[in-house]
């Protein structure tokens, strides 16, 4: 998923850090706000990224995904990155 980094951030529970998966801390979190105020503070758009590995059971092949209503999870997915 993409989107505004301070609403995808708020969807994760998890980050990927040095190819591996983290929780979500104060500590990182705060650095996290620090690289995103950096960024927009120099004028550029900044889009938050995040992934969820999805259950094949819940969600099988030709699963049709909705946005209005939502039918598939939006929390505790992993933050991946800002760009």
Known sequence: MKGAPE???ECCSTILLDGKEVKLDKSIIAAYNTAYNELG????RVIGF????????????????NTDPINFDIKGLRFVGLM
């Open 50 to 65: 995040c992934d969820f590995r999805l259950n094949s059971k819940k969600y099988p092949k030709g699963f049709k995904f």
């Open 7 to 9: 609403k995808i951030l």
């Open 41 to 44: 503070g120099l004028g550029e």
